[in-house]
């Protein structure tokens, strides 16, 4: 009932205010009528009173005349008849009473009553201009009650039939006047509902809601316009925001250089397989090699052609629905659904391998590489993600150190071997810190085996667990972990140093020479710079060093390291050739540099007593090392008969176990320098 009367849309607050006015104007109108009826009907009933009292005047004079109260009585009478009459009186002159009438038994009472409430009309009774008396009639308000009920009646059916006429009128006013807003607010309300901007509303009328609408429909027009761009923006802004997101895909799981998957794609592939039930694989880690020598020679750009044509080659040698990837570099990944024997295995990987081996044209170049291809398979060589590429990428270096262009397969024997490189490494970095290394010196004789003229430094560890470490053992790490850099800053320190402690203790010069890695000889020259540098300061004779240099370190005439050796030999310090004979020789090198020893390999002198053709090799060394003013020393002699042969072929030095074991600095300090003062000879060119 509350909602029914609220107030609450403005369809019924107009109807309210047009009935409003309509029942104000209606009962001010009914006010005024009902006041002017009430005043007409007074006038009325005094005028019909006065009408009444002068009709019946002439005869009551007459009677009076003749005084016949009779007749008088009976001209009264009737005027009762009349309902609002309360009395009607006769007297005469002097004012005494001739005749009366009045309604009811009590004429007195009736007389009595409010002179308010009734109405007196005296009428003179003259004739002649002779005044014989009054005739006076007293009368009630009932003749005006009964107007003004009657009134009141007509008046209240009046009022009904206004509501009703101005109610449906009100309706039809409202329905005419409202009907453009009503459809207005309809499509606006369409418009919020549906978000649909194409709507308009119609102009009902040519008023002031005309003009809303038309403002309404011009900014329907301005939101639909702008929605449509900002829809066609929104459009194109998705179709970029699409492209891009395919791009960062393509960025984010391909390779920008070859197309094939990239690194992340290949681990979350691999994560996809393994956690899918009963799958077996292969998994393919392959090297090029070569690949370095091309980028090199040709440029990048021709490796980056080349790695493209590999990727190529890759896929062909493949199913589609196995997965080849670029992992970076020159490594490339291929996992081999549903394959887990290593007879197929073997012969994708032959087919891989032989792929590769074919020519590659690229800008009219023959480009041959090859590869080193790693084998494991998922789930016997590893249940995760990290294993399988670990012992995959085992099984790789490991055909890469047996010679490369092969392919391996992972065993845990393997991975027994790199865990155990991997604590060396480590036990190597405390090494370095806390310097548990140690230097032994194995003397080098003379032709006779009687003077030590010189002796070899040679590295040993003092492991705390393992006890002492030949150089073997760990040198070939150190040089592969990047280590072998700081070992061989200690031992250049190191030999430096007990050289030049006895020189200062005996005043002679006993030549230390040094194994120098290839790997230590840096292209900025501080690796000679060290060892000029250091000798100075120690106040050290140059020629008391002999840096010990393979011959592949020196096949590249033009490189800086020949600057480097040029340099020393310059600044007094030796350079001799070790394992000579094994290497690339070449006569270049020993022509163009100032090279004063070369130290023939143990491997020869092993065969001396039983093969003529080291014999001769050996006689041609030492022949052609004394025409360049070249010494020689002959490694790892063992035998008298091997001493024998090297002297009937004119060696100049010795060193082996037949005259002399590797022994710390001090043994051969007090074996071999701090006794006699042995007989040395300068090695020089």
């Given at each position: 009932m509350k909602q029914l009367f609220s107030l609450n849309t403005i369809s019924k607050k107009l109807l309210f205010i047009l009935m409003s006015v309509a029942i104000v104007s209606t009962a001010m109108v009914a006010s005024v009528f009902s006041a002017y009826e009430l005043s007409t009907a007074k006038r009325e009933q005094v005028a019909s009173l006065n009408t009444l009292g002068e009709m019946l005047a002439a005869n009551i004079t007459a009677a009076v005349l003749f005084d016949d109260q009779d007749a008088i009585q009976e001209l009264i009478n009737p005027i009762l008849l009349r309902s609002d009459v309360v009395s009607v009186s006769v007297t005469g002159p002097q004012g005494n009473t001739l005749a009366i009438a009045a309604q009811g038994s009590n004429s007195d009472a009736q007389v009595a009553q409010d002179p308010t409430e009734t109405v007196l009309i005296t009428t003179v009774l003259s004739l002649e201009g002779q005044d014989y008396g009054f005739l006076r009639i007293q009368a009630d308000d009932s003749y005006v009650k009964e107007h003004v009920a009657f009134y009141s009646q007509f008046l209240l059916l009046l009022l009904f039939v206004t509501f009703g006429v101005s109610f449906f009128l009100s309706l039809l006013l409202r329905k005419r006047f409202l009907n453009p807003l009503l459809h207005l607010a309809s499509v606006a309300e369409n418009v919020t509902t549906s978000n649909?901007?194409?709507?308009?509303?119609?102009?009902?009328?040519?008023?002031?809601?005309?003009?809303?609408?038309?403002?309404?429909?011009?900014?329907?027009?301005?939101?639909?316009?702008?929605?449509?761009?900002?829809?066609?923006?929104?459009?194109?802004?998705?179709?970029?925001?699409?492209?891009?997101?395919?791009?960062?895909?393509?960025?984010?799981?391909?390779?920008?250089?070859?197309?094939?998957?990239?690194?992340?794609?290949?681990?979350?592939?691999?994560?996809?397989?393994?956690?899918?039930?009963?799958?077996?694989?292969?998994?393919?880690?392959?090297?090029?090699?070569?690949?370095?020598?091309?980028?090199?020679?040709?440029?990048?750009?021709?490796?980056?052609?080349?790695?493209?044509?590999?990727?190529?080659?890759?896929?062909?040698?493949?199913?589609?629905?196995?997965?080849?990837?670029?992992?970076g570099g020159d490594e490339f990944t291929l996992i081999i659904e549903g394959i887990c024997e290593q007879g197929r295995a073997c012969q994708i990987a032959e087919v891989v391998k032989t792929s590769l081996m074919q020519r590659f044209m690229i800008k009219n170049e023959e480009i041959y590489v090859t590869g080193s291809i790693g084998l494991t398979f998922f789930p016997s060589d590893g249940t995760t993600v990290d294993s399988l590429v670990k012992h995959a990428d085992q099984a790789m270096y490991l055909s890469k150190n047996k010679g490369r262009n092969r392919y391996e397969f992972f065993s845990y024997l393997m991975e027994d071997e790199a865990l155990e490189k991997r604590r060396l490494i480590e036990d190597l970095r405390i090494a370095i810190r806390e310097e548990q290394f140690e230097l032994y010196y194995q003397p080098i004789f003379s032709l006779d085996g009687q003077c030590a003229a010189k002796a070899e430094a040679l590295i040993r560890w003092?492991?705390?667990?393992?006890?002492?470490?030949?150089?073997?053992?760990?040198?070939?790490?150190?040089?592969?972990?990047?280590?072998?850099?700081?070992?061989?800053?200690?031992?250049?320190?190191?030999?430096?140093?007990?050289?030049?402690?006895?020189?200062?203790?005996?005043?002679?010069?006993?030549?230390?020479?040094?194994?120098?890695?290839?790997?230590?000889?840096?292209?900025?020259?501080?690796?000679?710079?060290?060892?000029?540098?250091?000798?100075?300061?120690?106040?050290?004779?140059?020629?008391?060093?002999?840096?010990?240099?393979?011959?592949?370190?020196?096949?590249?005439?033009?490189?800086?390291?020949?600057?480097?050796?040029?340099?020393?030999?310059?600044?007094?310090?030796?350079?001799?050739?070790?394992?000579?004979?094994v290497g690339y020789s070449s006569l270049a090198y020993l022509q163009k540099l100032d090279i004063d020893v070369l130290k023939i390999d143990r491997s020869f002198i092993q065969d001396l007593q039983t093969n003529e053709s080291s014999v001769a090799l050996i006689r041609a060394i030492i022949t052609m090392a004394h025409n360049l003013e070249v010494l020689v020393v002959a490694e790892g002699v063992e035998t008298e008969v091997q001493q024998q042969l090297l002297q009937q072929l004119a060696c100049d030095y010795l060193q082996g176990f037949l005259f002399a074991k590797p022994m710390p600095a001090q043994a051969f300090y007090e074996s071999y320098v701090e006794g006699a003062p042995v007989k040395t000879k300068r090695i020089s060119g």
């Open positions: 649909d901007y194409s709507l308009r509303a119609q102009e009902l009328s040519q008023d002031e809601i005309a003009d809303l609408t038309s403002c309404f429909n011009g900014m329907l027009h301005t939101i639909e316009q702008r929605d449509k761009l900002l829809e066609s923006q929104v459009k194109e802004r998705t179709e970029e925001l699409e492209a891009a997101n395919v791009q960062l895909h393509e960025y984010a799981y391909k390779d920008g250089l070859t197309h094939l998957p990239n690194r992340r794609f290949f681990y979350e592939k691999l994560q996809s397989l393994i956690d899918t039930k009963d799958m077996k694989f292969a998994l393919i880690f392959l090297d090029l090699d070569g690949f370095k020598e091309v980028n090199d020679t040709l440029g990048h750009d021709y490796g980056d052609l080349l790695l493209k044509k590999v990727a190529k080659r890759l896929t062909r040698c493949v199913r589609s629905k196995d997965t080849v990837a670029r992992l003092n492991h705390p667990k393992r006890g002492l470490v030949s150089p073997g053992e760990f040198i070939e790490v150190a040089e592969s972990s990047g280590l072998i850099g700081l070992i061989g800053d200690w031992v250049r320190k190191q030999a430096i140093s007990d050289a030049a402690t006895w020189y200062e203790k005996t005043g002679h010069v006993v030549q230390i020479s040094v194994n120098t890695s290839p790997l230590q000889i840096d292209q900025g020259g501080n690796w000679a710079n060290a060892w000029i540098e250091q000798t100075a300061a120690k106040d050290l004779p140059p020629q008391a060093i002999l840096l010990e240099v393979t011959e592949n370190t020196l096949m590249d005439l033009s490189s800086p390291i020949q600057e480097q050796i040029e340099r020393l030999s310059q600044h007094g310090i030796n350079i001799a050739i070790d394992d000579f004979g």
